[in-house]
């Protein structure tokens, strides 16, 4: 094998195992800040064959049904209530941790301090509309496309368990060429080979073809699908799910650092969750401004402590100006208080269960996905 110059990346399905226990745990996170803005959320869930075991802390005033929450996003993926034993396991949120966080304060006060110590990531790049690095786009965008057309009854046989893996290679100039396509998707049993011939003459026809063509990239790649044989057995029956584990194909993929937290589950005192959602917004909002090609944030978190304990910026030697003025212009602009955060945010809202699937920065209605400070910013630099 000849080595070469590449970047790969994987997305998932809302059916994969493991974004189901996301779904759950954002679920339930949810329908707590729908009734109590206040919720404290811990929220973890773990499915292997037919029982799913929801467990964690939380305190808060919703009454909820964790059981109930877990069925509606069962059903969605097209279970059964004969598929499952769900248990429900759920205690209150340590004092010890509480004590630190909220200072005593029986609601949100400005003085909240960080749910636990840590590292957080925030990355943009000017590679993609999205600005998100290209291999992860594409790769999400696979499984978004198979995903609509399986839900339009478009993507006969399919079901909701599926993975999509993307590699390109970079020439010398950096000019990408798409180098591999794999996806796997779960189906029903076929009747015969011609059906399954059809099932994967519509996943590169219907589904790879067209997500690459959007991107003015060339065809003559190679791919995968379905390259093991018949993928039947899929979900929760076919391999263990946990909440949390699916780190890469929830941040950047692999080409990006990451600072080891899980977000699903996580309320808004979580720094692992909502520092990642606030230095990706500085870092979109950096880019947009064209102050760089690519901008990477990285905020070191204490328990108790409302603000980072250590700031880091790094343009990758492709800023357009002195990296030490867009240095200032983040601390000028950017509070970095957990409080402001969760504010500028809206955090307290319940928008979670939309980000536990197709990664947590891909939907541009979600607060850190806007580009609302770029005016701010070339303000501050340019006076």
């Not at 964790?66 to 248990?87: C, G, Q, S």
């Amino acid at each position: 094998m000849e080595i070469k110059n590449t970047k790969t990346c994987e997305s998932v399905g809302m059916g994969h195992p493991d974004k189901i226990c996301d779904q759950i745990s954002d679920g339930v996170l949810d329908a707590c800040l729908a009734i109590d803005k206040n919720s404290r959320v811990a929220c973890e869930c773990f499915a292997c064959n037919h029982l799913i075991v929801i467990g964690g802390e939380i305190t808060t005033d919703a009454v909820i049904d964790p059981v109930k929450i877990a069925w509606k996003i069962l059903k969605r993926l097209e279970y059964t209530e004969n598929d499952f034993t769900i248990i429900s396991n759920i205690n209150k949120q340590s004092s010890d941790i509480s004590k630190l966080v909220d200072k005593g304060e029986n609601a949100l006060s400005s003085s909240v301090g960080a749910g636990d110590q840590g590292i957080t990531v925030g990355y943009a790049t000017n590679e993609t509309t999205a600005f998100l690095p290209l291999e992860y786009d594409i790769a999400t965008k696979l499984v978004q496309k198979a995903t609509e057309l399986k839900d339009k009854n478009i993507f006969i046989d399919a079901k909701y368990d599926m993975k999509s893996q993307v590699t390109i290679t970079y020439d010398s100039n950096h000019q990408p060429t798409v180098d591999t396509v794999v996806f796997s998707i779960q189906h029903h049993a076929f009747k015969s080979d011609s059906d399954r011939s059809k099932f994967k003459t519509f996943i590169k026809e219907e589904i790879i073809l067209p997500i690459i063509k959007s991107y003015k990239l060339n065809t003559d790649f190679k791919y995968y699908i379905n390259y093991v044989g018949d993928f039947v057995i899929g979900g929760p029956f076919g391999d263990t799910g946990l909440t949390g584990r699916k780190l890469m194909v929830d941040n950047y993929g692999p080409s990006v650092q990451h600072g080891g937290g899980a977000f699903s589950g996580k309320d808004y005192t979580k720094v692992d969750r909502t520092g990642a959602y606030y230095a990706r917004w500085i870092a979109k909002n950096i880019v947009a401004a064209k102050l760089c090609d690519r901008c990477e944030i990285q905020l070191g978190w204490c328990i108790g402590v409302s603000k980072p304990v250590a700031i880091q910026i790094e343009c990758f030697n492709t800023q357009k100006i002195d990296i030490k003025k867009i240095e200032n212009a983040i601390i000028q602009i950017f509070d970095m208080s957990l409080f402001e955060i969760i504010m500028l945010l809206e955090l307290q809202n319940p928008i979670y269960m939309q980000t536990s699937y197709f990664g947590h920065f891909t939907k541009d209605n979600l607060p850190w996905e806007k580009t609302n400070y770029v005016n701010k910013i070339l303000e501050v630099i340019n006076k």
